[in-house]
């Protein structure tokens, strides 16, 4: 079946060490987003590649950056982790159009020790 | 400055009643509203409203779009304990591609 796919589901990092998560999708949208949402409260958009376009949200911290070597593949980078930086993070997708919906990976709750 | 506010922040019914959850937007430029069931994992696709008036209907869920007065409402009618949850209403701007949650509404359905 055609998914968005989050790796690892669980992710424990020290504070200070750099942290890569993972986003795949076999879905051939062309919009991939980074959602953080901490505990009890909305997710938050970090950014989003449009195709190969990269739009940064204006108030994503300098500690997260994103890959996206191809359609497929997206990545999250936490370059410093810091306790507050523990969350769930979302990846969606979708396709660029008026009536498309969007379809959210199952997610990656990280935790920072 | 885009605003999506639902109301209530949480409320607990038994198993049979009926809510009715509300989303209010202010947005620049709508073109969409999408409506996420969320347990202890991402969230779902519910709905997708983008014209006024017309009804979704999915099983004991349905919702409507109000464009004019800027709201929408989620009903789920002979609630199940299943239906505990936190739903979330997110609005898509027509220039870009994002989406803007709201804080969402936190439902617990007793037995």
């Known amino acids: 079946d055609a998914m968005v796919i989050q790796n690892p589901r669980y992710q424990v990092t020290q504070f200070g060490k750099p942290v890569t998560l993972s986003c795949s999708q076999t879905l051939n949208h062309n919009v991939m987003y980074w959602y953080q949402q901490k505990s009890s409260q909305a997710p938050k958009l970090l950014f989003h590649y449009y195709d190969k376009d990269f739009n940064n949200e204006a108030d994503t911290p300098d500690n997260f950056q994103s890959r996206r070597p191809n359609t497929s593949f997206c990545f999250l980078d936490i370059r410093s982790p810091g306790l507050g930086d523990a969350a769930m993070y979302l990846c969606?997708?979708?396709?660029?159009?008026?009536?498309?919906?969007?379809?959210f990976g199952s997610g990656t709750r990280l935790t920072v020790v | 400055e885009d605003k999506v506010v639902q109301s209530p922040l949480s409320l607990v019914v038994h198993e049979g009643d009926t809510v009715t959850l509300n989303c209010s937007y202010e947005v620049t430029n709508f073109r969409s509203l999408l409506w996420y069931k969320q347990e202890k994992k991402a969230p779902t696709f519910l709905f997708m409203l983008t014209s006024s008036g017309i009804e979704k209907k999915s099983g004991r869920l349905s919702s409507i779009l109000d464009k004019k007065e800027l709201f929408s409402i989620l009903n789920i009618t002979a609630t199940q304990t299943g239906d505990s949850a936190v739903y979330l209403c997110?609005?898509?701007?027509?220039?870009?591609?994002?989406?803007?949650f709201g804080g969402g509404t936190r439902v617990l359905v007793k037995p």
């Open positions: 997110a609005v898509v701007k027509a220039a870009g591609n994002k989406l803007t």
């Open positions: 969606a997708t979708s396709r660029a159009g008026y009536n498309y919906g969007y379809t």
